[in-house]
């Protein structure tokens, strides 16, 4: 019998052991302005589930944190890239993240983007200068994360979002692609990566992007009912923002009850995805309800 993980305190040690990665690997020089604009929204705090799923997945593939650590870092800060970038008045227009104002409230738009654009690029130089692992696996993982920040990940995703903006007429199958895309990629990617660096075979590889997609998109009709049932404190960000500018989400196009129901489906059918990790999918199951659960 598998024993009981105690999944609260095993996010918080890795939440602790990737803020101290975090913190060492921005310790890189340059404009000071530009340090402290980065550092302001890459150390916020934050869940930290991409990093925490990258180490998850290359456990259960057998690897080890080592080897994942530097992957899980640039996840991470690729991830912040996105949300600085996301909240420019140019995108959505946020006020608040993470409890706090938002990068370009604090620094200027200049700035936010600068910092963004750093994030960027810094993060994959992260994974080449300190990944320990067969050159092979190093590269596909820079092709996934490239992939996943691209065309065909969030900045396809973001692309839509705009092209949706106080428009009526968006159906599910449009909202699902933008989400696939934005949220559903890059949790995506941080399973891939992490079972890639874990020495997973293919037929593993593939299990665990489905899973993640699957995740993902969960991750992203939680986020819309929490917008429309959290306040401010218990969010981190402006909640009913979606609903007033009139965009199109889960709740909006399915009504809460239906919502959940997709996200109960999505969480479950991604669970039998990784069936064939054994005894490794148990924590990766964890996560997986954590997502469906979570309140903030």
């Known amino acids: 019998m598998l024993k009981q993980i105690d999944l609260p305190s095993r996010l918080r040690s890795q939440r602790e052991l990737i803020n101290r990665e975090l913190e060492r690997a921005i310790q890189i020089g340059g404009p000071d302005e530009l340090y402290r604009t980065i550092r302001y929204s890459l150390l916020a705090g934050?869940?930290?589930?991409?990093?925490?799923?990258?180490?998850?997945?290359?456990a259960a593939s057998g690897g080890s944190t080592e080897v994942a650590m530097p992957t899980a870092v640039a996840l991470e800060m690729l991830h912040t890239a996105t949300l600085i970038h996301d909240d420019l008045p140019s995108m959505d227009n946020d006020d608040f993240?993470?409890?706090?104002?938002?990068?370009?409230?604090v620094f200027g738009e200049g700035m936010a983007l600068l910092?963004?654009?750093?994030?960027?690029?810094?993060?994959?130089?992260?994974?080449?200068?300190?990944?320990?692992?067969?050159?092979?696996?190093?590269?596909?993982?820079?092709?996934t994360l490239l992939h996943t920040i691209g065309i065909h990940g969030a900045i396809g995703g973001q692309v839509i979002d705009v092209?949706?903006?106080?428009?009526?007429?968006v159906d599910l199958a449009t909202l699902e692609s933008m989400h696939t895309r934005k949220t559903g990629a890059l949790l995506s990617a941080?399973?891939?990566?992490?079972?890639?660096?874990?020495?997973?075979?293919?037929?593993?590889?593939?299990?665990?992007?489905?899973?993640?997609?699957?995740?993902?998109?969960?991750?992203?009709?939680?986020?819309?009912i929490l917008d429309v049932t959290s306040s401010l404190d218990e969010l981190g960000k402006?909640?009913?923002?979606?609903?007033?500018?009139?965009?199109?989400?889960?709740?909006?196009?399915?009504?809460l009850d239906q919502s959940r129901r997709r996200a109960t489906e999505l969480v479950a059918s991604a669970k039998q995805d990784?069936?064939?990790?054994?005894?490794?999918?148990?924590?990766?199951?964890?996560?997986a309800d954590f997502i469906l659960t979570r309140t903030h």
């Open 238 to 255: 402006t909640p009913h923002k979606d609903e007033k500018q009139r965009k199109a989400t889960f709740p909006r196009l399915l009504g």
């Open 274 to 287: 990784i069936e064939l990790f054994g005894a490794g999918a148990q924590p990766l199951c964890a996560i």
């Open 163 to 169: 092209q949706m903006a106080d428009r009526e007429d």
């Open 190 to 224: 941080a399973v891939v990566t992490g079972a890639v660096l874990g020495g997973a075979d293919e037929e593993l590889v593939r299990r665990a992007e489905s899973y993640g997609m699957k995740i993902g998109l969960a991750f992203q009709i939680i986020d819309d």
């Open 115 to 143: 910092a963004g654009d750093a994030l960027l690029s810094y993060s994959l130089e992260h994974v080449l200068l300190h990944t320990d692992a067969p050159t092979s696996r190093v590269l596909r993982v820079i092709h």
């Open 46 to 58: 934050g869940k930290r589930v991409r990093p925490i799923l990258c180490l998850t997945a290359c």
């Open 97 to 105: 993240r993470r409890g706090r104002p938002t990068n370009h409230k």
